[in-house]
């Protein structure tokens, strides 16, 4: 299909510089570069941040005090004057046909020029009640000009870049007559016509038109709806158009899926598969028949058995008389998968190569920067040879002298602490032509939504289910002071804290705390204790491992064996606390997040973290799950005070919920996709309207929608206009790659 020349796409959109448009000039096209809008689809794609529904407006003799406001004001005059301390205090008399109000700002002298006498603005903040008048201080203002319609947008400014809302619907509303009829040429919608009729869509010529220039909150809503599948959209077809370019260009190997090691081992263990880790294997299972690499993420759960899945993937390799290889991000991961490992498959034997009756026992080896040369070259020439059947190791595995004979599988941990170059490298490591077989595995469950959008290029495994045996971990929230040097000594005091205990409530929570230290201890068991720093800091007033360590050996914990560990230790002194910890000659190890991952002591009953509230709800469920690790009834203690919603609603999610994945929907709605999204897919700062947390259901429509049209029209011949709008969201290389491979 060929665009017709008379209607204009998002590629022509972003050809032309909004230097084109009236009144941008070059002071105002410097403040729109450092808002990163250079084109018209810049322009087109800075949405309105919220909308004045003049049909609703509230009027200033309406306004209650206490609560709070949005009004459309015109300012009166402005002063400024010089208070205590060398402040300047901003008073700016603003008024509608119902009154006037006060607006008060402090500390901000450029409000005076902001708000000149005859500007119009929305005004937004609490209303109070001073001598008998209305005013607001420090309120939220958006200059918008003098607009008279009904629904009134309201775009992202910056005083700073000289950008107003005014001046950006201004700009907006010229673009939009130069694209869409009667006036413009048009706008070329290359969404196929059945997607259009299967949602129900409005045109993208519509779609643009209603989000910023609305006659109707309905219309804002469809123009939303319409744009926000785009993005996803285009997103999406990305992502699927990679998952099948490489499989179209990989060549990969056909396992022996039903092969004696890998039956005989699932038969020969001594408990049974949980239903999410027999869905797993068969998954993966099915992948590794096929000629074509996979390409697959295993997400579960702390604890929920993901090692175990990744053993079976690297026995179909062996069972097929190739290799595999477990790669950890840290010395002591490594070192804990390579004896695990070891354990779980202990007596199995391969076929020794030149016989078909002799055997061999099943050769693993560990290969890190701490093997010693003489190891080191064993190991090497066995991975050469093919006689070493499994390494596990850490970045180790993929230097420059490290080559396997025949890499039929790669399983990497902790896959969001190696780039994807890191991961290709370890790929690269075999002799062959053909491309091993790739799993990445997660302990940090990611939301539905988010996998399909960050990870879509993989298919992905999920881990829902904890084995049995595992006891469920008790989580306590104490909000009190996180270091313990400000902890109430004398329990005495009526002052409340900010979630309303008093000192004497906070002092018995912190006794009750302690006790539960010392009377695990007492019975056999092992506590952690987790600091957010290392030394004092004065500008955070927050628990540092030191301190907290030198405090709980002469106070709390006087008479028992406290050891430190933390990022600064030499290796060999980490590995001699950790060695002492996991031997039971260690009573409570304080550290910092460096046990996040990897460390696991089944005796260690109780976590004691903090000041919790500067832990996100991932890292705090990660180390969580450090205890709970055996037999006995284990229990997390959340420790701190939260200065925000936000912050009291993550800590008492951990305390409602041991499931990794019902935190991460939290966690997504409470922070947003942002730190989800990361860095990992180009693509992303396409998103900037649809929502991981408001559009879940359109990220799932628009990833079937992708496959359906991908898997009916491979190249995008048939949607022409669609490939060459991808093109504007991709690298160049990318493609390249994706739509000429």
Known sequence: MVAPMTEVDLRRLASLSVTKLHGVGDKKAKGLAKTEIHTLLDLLTHYPRKY?????????????????????????????RRIRGGKVMINSIVGDDSGSLTVT???????????????QAVIYGKVEIYRGRRQMTNPVVDLVGDKTGRIVPVYPQSEKAGLHSWDLAEWVGEALRRTLPPAGRGMLDPLPAYLLDEHDFVTRGAAFSGIHQPESTAEIAEARRRLVFDELFRLQLALVLRKRAIERTEIGLAHEVDGPLLNGFTKELPFDLTGAQRRAIDEIRRDLARPIPMHRLLQGDVGSGKTLVAVATMLAAVDGGHQAALMAPTEVLAEQHYAGIRRLLEGLTVEASGSLFAERPLRIELLSNRVASAERKRI????????????????????????????????????????????????????????????????????RTAAMTVYGDLDVSVLDELPPGRTPIETRWVPAPGSLDQAPDDGGGDEGDADGLSAAEIAAALEELWDDVRGQIDEGRQVYVVCPLIDES????????????????????????????HGRLTPAEKDQTMELFRTGHLDVLVATTVIEVGVDVPNATVMVILDAGRFGIAQLHQLRGRVGRGQHQSTCWLV???????????????????????????????????????????????????????DRAAVAAARRAAIDLIDADPGLEAHEAMADELEIFLDTEDAEFLLKG
């Open 52 to 80: 004045l529904d003049r049909t609703k407006e509230a009027h200033i003799a309406e306004l209650m005090e206490g609560e709070q406001a949005s009004v459309l004001v015109t300012v009166e005059n402005t002063t400024s």
């Open 380 to 447: 090497l020439s066995g991975l050469l040879t093919g006689e070493v059947d499994i390494a596990v190791g850490t970045h180790a595995l993929i230097q420059d002298n490290v080559l396997f004979g025949s890499l039929g599988a790669v399983v990497i941990d902790e896959q969001h602490r190696f780039g994807v170059e890191q991961r290709a490298a370890l790929r690269d490591r075999s002799y062959g032509d053909e491309v091993p077989d790739l799993l990445v595995m997660t302990a940090t469950p990611i939301p």
């Open 640 to 694: 701190g005070q939260v200065t925000t919603d936000d912050g009291g609603a993550r800590l008492q999610a951990l305390v409602d919920s041991t499931d990794g994945f019902e935190l991460a929907e939290v966690d997504l709605d409470l922070r947003g996709e942002g730190t989800i999204l990361g860095e990992r897919q180009k693509g992303r700062n396409d998103l900037k309207l649809a929502s991981l947390r408001r």
């Open 105 to 119: 700002f402090f500390n901000q002298a450029w409000r005076e020029r902001q708000l000149s006498a005859g500007r």
């Open 538 to 565: 004065e500008k955070l007033e927050v628990a540092s491992a030191d301190a907290t360590f030198e405090r709980l050996r002469e106070v709390e914990l006087d008479g028992y064996r406290v050891g430190l560990l």
